[in-house]
Every structure is written in C-alpha cells, then in structure tokens.
C-alpha cells in the first residue's frame, strides 16, 4: 500500500517524483485514494499527514531530468498501473 508523505528536501526523499503532462511519458499511472485503506500496491495513493505513516517519501522535482519515477495521475481507479518499467516497481508500499 502507497502511503505516501511529501517531503520539502530532495534528501529526505526515497523518491524523487515528476509529474508529467501526458500519461503515455509516465512510468506509473496513479490514482489518490480517499481513505488509507484503499491505498493498495504502488497505484493507489493515499497522501498522509506525518512522516512517520508514510510508507514511501517524495520529492517533487521541477525538472523531468531530475525524477526516478515519472508519474501521471488518472481520475479513475482502474486506470492504475504501471506503464513501464522502473526500479520503483514494488517499492512504494
């Protein structure tokens, strides 16, 4: 399960994280869950409020060159997944 905490520095981070524009350049789709146990493998997110919830820690890097996982966020549950291969894959939760 993806509990996901933002942090605000690149080296607290286990991740640092592009958003991209189109879903096709993203190595994962995800989708950000509501409640936090329906946060499920790596394509389900669930944004937590402490560090210490978090099952993963992100940074949000400006620049696409500077990301580990490229990710774009879908609006529909089942179009969660992973679209290419990353040394990620199975690490988020």
Known sequence: MAKV???????????????????????LLYFEVDREYKAKGDELWYFVEREYQATVKIFWVDREYQAKL?????????????NKSNSYRNRLG
């Open 5 to 27: 905490f933002v942090v605000n520095s690149k080296h607290r981070a286990d991740v640092l994280v592009y958003a991209v524009d189109r879903e096709y350049k993203a190595d």
């Open 70 to 82: 490229k990710v774009f966020k879908v609006d529909r549950e089942y179009k969660a997944k992973w």
